[in-house]
Nanobody
Framework: QVQLVESGGGLVQAGESLKLSCAAS????????MGWSRQVPGKQRELVAN???????EYADSVKGRFTISRLDVGNTVYLQMNNLKPEDTAVYYC??????????????WGQGTQVTVSS
């Protein structure tokens, strides 16, 4: 059973940094794209950053130049380095992965979310 486990959220002040981690495990043959999205109450979940297996990346305009996504294929891990955090970055951050399972099914999986709070 595929699981994505996130870590690294917390409370910081504006201008500080955090690094989120997410590891995918359980019944996985391969992982293609991995990424991070975020959601605040009452709003739709929005894409923050995405990285393909080949290393191509994309970012939301609001985080370009401040956030960096990276991955390690060993351990199926994806990271999000967040610098110069702003109060508007406050949200629950979710990891996602496009996975081929041992049942030969291709599907998208999500982590449970980790809270990031940035105080002004």
């Amino acid at each position: 059973q595929v699981q994505l486990v996130e870590s690294g959220g917390g409370l910081v002040q504006a201008g500080e940094s955090l690094k989120l981690s997410c590891a995918a495990s359980g019944g996985i043959i391969g992982v293609s794209a991995m990424g991070w999205s975020r959601q605040v109450p009452g709003k739709q979940r929005e894409l923050v950053a995405n990285i393909t297996r080949g290393g191509d990346v994309e970012y939301a305009d609001s985080v370009k130049g401040r956030f960096t996504i990276s991955r390690l294929d060993v351990g199926n891990t994806v990271y999000l380095q967040m610098n110069n955090l702003k109060p508007e970055d406050t949200a629950v951050y979710y990891c996602n992965a496009a996975v081929v399972t041992t049942s030969l099914v291709f599907d998208y999986f999500w982590g449970q979310g980790t809270q990031v709070t940035v105080s002004s």
